[in-house]
């Protein structure tokens, strides 16, 4: 069993940063893989971007290329999100998800979830 945890949300104007995090109970961290996941209000819950359980394969949708970075730290059973240039678009709840299988992009590939934490990005 893993259980996440997220912080990190809150309120920033447009252009701004935050950092999220994911905190991971469970033994086994190192070996999973982290997703990050958002869902916006009436809309799906979508693929952000996830990192292997080494870090070396990392994935990202399109539209946070360039502005978001995901990282690990095993030691520390933590995950990070490093968001930048934040766009109103990415108004959404921010969910952790873990899964002992490779990187996906998919909701259904992940085994595990936290109760995610909110992000709003005013214009």
């Known amino acids: 069993q893993v259980q996440l945890v997220e912080s990190g949300g809150g309120l920033v104007q447009a252009g701004g940063s935050l950092r999220l995090s994911c905190a991971a109970s469970?033994?086994?961290?190192?070996?999973?893989?982290m997703g990050w996941f958002r869902q916006a209000p009436g809309k799906e819950r979508d693929f952000v971007t996830a990192i292997s359980w080494s870090g070396t394969r990392i994935y990202y949708a399109d539209s946070v290329k360039g502005r978001f970075t995901i990282s690990r730290n095993n030691a520390k059973n933590t995950v990070y999100l490093q968001m930048n240039s934040l766009k109103p678009e990415d108004t959404a709840v921010y969910y952790c998800a873990a899964d002992p299988g490779d990187p996906g992009i998919l909701r259904i590939e992940y085994s595990y979830w936290g109760q995610g934490t909110q992000v709003t990005v005013s214009s």
């Open positions: 469970g033994r086994t961290f190192s070996a999973y893989t």
